[in-house]
């Protein structure tokens, strides 16, 4: 319910910001009227706190009317996907305009897997400035319908802006699950959401199924040792953020378009009480990337010394990959943080990723776990890394490393 209570002074500054048109000024007092969702909008603008929304007992709500899965879909600009273009990425359709980062292709293959099981619509959420056809691509990885928001003041990312837009479409068609990558924007947009909408929201989920109905959002807890599992029984949406990499990409079907369904939200400028004055380009890093590696090779606890690590670099040039390190060897000092793969570093999903003397944590387990094939070397035999690997070898790390480095060598001219 949302109520206006006599302190209102009549300034209009609410009027403009309704995405709904759902308030007029009548004799110098704000009135609100059916068209009303609740977005929560005008409350953040009202000088005098004059407006006031009591929310339903989560306990009471017709969960049953919330149905469909979500992916918001996140734009960035060229640059900002680097060379993102790798297999399983997208085409190059939006010359003029900014590209789908390759984390919602992730979140909607996973998604396409929890709409079929549910039995219900798997929708892509697309706010911008300008659709440059994204819905082909949308659709390529599996989503039935793009609710598209076009709007000159969506042009760039904006917390009060985006979650206003999204918290309006919410309520309008009610989603049963909502997905966000884990990236910088998806990070601070997501709470943003799940707060106005009064439900809970589990980041950096590292698998999502369905149980009984209901989504199942598993994430690592306690510094990594255990495994959650989290159902949201009472409240809808249920919302998740996926890092880039932790889910499996599906290959694409071209000429699967998506329906685009054009929601026409109104959005006032004065919404935003951020403006972004001057945007200043870091030159960016010559070297490969962990996150966009092919071909990866880390070394844990069992490195023991620097020098030794020096093998897994070799074998990375003659590989043309990249050196990923697991906590315990960044902790150690063998390898800087920009090195670790896991949970608290880097996600990555490489071809080939080759592990040497790392015994597997939970932690550093959901962080390379979606590699296409895993090479662990260990002389623990029961090493839970042996768990998640297609080919495992047990023994010295320091004696198979050169080995391997010596067989390369005579393959190559
Ligand atoms: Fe306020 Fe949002 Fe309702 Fe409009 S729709 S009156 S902005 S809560
Ligand atoms: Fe009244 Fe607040 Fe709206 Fe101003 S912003 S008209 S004070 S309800």
């Known amino acids: 319910m949302i109520n206006v209570s006599p302190k209102c002074i009549g300034c209009n500054k609410c009027v403009p910001v309704c995405p709904f048109a759902a308030i007029q000024l009548i004799d110098k007092k704000a009135v609100i009227n059916e068209a009303c969702t609740l977005c929560g909008a005008c409350v953040q603008v009202c000088p005098v706190q004059a407006i006031e929304i009591s929310r339903e007992e989560t306990a009471t709500r017709d969960l049953?009317?919330?149905?469909?899965?979500?992916?918001?879909?996140?734009?960035?600009?060229?640059r900002a996907v680097g060379g993102a273009a790798k297999e399983g990425g997208q085409p190059a359709h939006a010359k003029q305009g900014r590209k789908i980062r390759p984390v919602t292709f992730e979140l909607l293959s996973i998604?396409?897997?929890?709409?079929?099981?549910?039995?219900?619509?798997?929708?892509?959420?697309?706010?911008?400035?300008?659709?440059?056809?994204?819905?082909?691509?949308?659709?390529?990885?599996?989503?039935?319908?793009?609710y598209l928001v076009e709007n000159p003041e969506l042009y760039e990312y904006n917390t009060?802006?985006?979650?206003?837009a999204i918290v309006a479409l919410t309520h309008k068609h009610k989603p049963s699950i909502m997905l966000y990558g884990?990236?910088?924007?998806?990070?601070?947009?997501?709470?943003?959401?799940?707060?106005?909408l009064y439900t809970g929201l589990t980041a950096d989920c590292t698998a999502l199924a369905i149980k009984d109905g209901q989504l199942l959002q598993s994430r690592p807890a306690f510094g990594g040792n255990?495994?959650?599992?989290?159902?949201?029984?009472?409240?809808?949406?249920?919302?998740?953020t996926v890092r880039?990499?932790?889910?499996?990409l599906s290959d694409p079907i071209y000429g699967k378009i998506a329906v685009t369904v054009r929601e026409d939200i109104k959005i006032d400028k004065g919404l935003r009480r951020v403006k972004v004055l001057e945007r200043k380009l870091e030159k960016a890093d010559a070297g490969v990337k962990l996150d966009e590696a092919r071909v990866i090779?880390?070394?844990?606890?069992?490195?023991?010394?620097?020098?030794?690590?020096?093998?897994?670099?070799?074998?990375?040039?003659?590989?043309?990959?990249?050196?990923?390190?697991?906590?315990?060897?960044?902790?150690?000092?063998?390898?800087?943080k920009t090195h670790q793969v896991g949970q608290s570093g880097t996600t990555v999903s490489?071809?080939?990723?080759?592990?040497?003397?790392?015994?597997?944590?939970?932690?550093?387990?959901?962080?390379?776990?979606?590699?296409?094939?895993?090479?662990?070397?260990?002389?623990?035999?029961?090493?839970?890394?042996?768990?998640?690997?297609?080919?495992?070898?047990?023994?010295?790390?320091?004696?198979?490393?050169?080995?391997?480095?010596e067989a390369l060598k005579k393959r190559k001219p």
């Open 226 to 240: 255990i495994m959650a599992d989290i159902l949201s029984p009472r409240s809808r949406p249920q919302m998740s």
């Open 160 to 164: 009060d802006i985006f979650s206003t």
């Open 297 to 336: 090779v880390s070394g844990g606890r069992g490195m023991k010394t620097k020098e030794r690590f020096k093998h897994l670099e070799e074998l990375c040039r003659l590989l043309g990959g990249v050196v990923g390190a697991s906590r315990g060897a960044v902790d150690m000092g063998l390898k800087d």
């Open 64 to 78: 049953g009317g919330y149905k469909g899965v979500w992916v918001f879909v996140e734009l960035v600009e060229d």
């Open 111 to 146: 998604g396409r897997k929890l709409a079929d099981q549910l039995g219900e619509e798997l929708c892509a959420v697309l706010l911008t400035d300008k659709n440059y056809g994204y819905e082909k691509d949308l659709g390529a990885y599996g989503a039935d319908k793009v």
């Open 182 to 196: 884990a990236t910088i924007m998806g990070r601070d947009l997501a709470p943003r959401v799940a707060s106005s």
């Open 244 to 248: 880039p990499n932790v889910m499996k």
């Open 350 to 405: 490489p071809k080939l990723y080759l592990s040497f003397g790392i015994s597997g944590a939970v932690q550093h387990i959901v962080g390379m776990k979606a590699s296409d094939v895993i090479v662990a070397v260990n002389n623990d035999p029961d090493a839970p890394i042996f768990n998640v690997a297609k080919y495992g070898i047990v023994g010295d790390a320091h004696e198979i490393a050169p080995k391997l480095i």
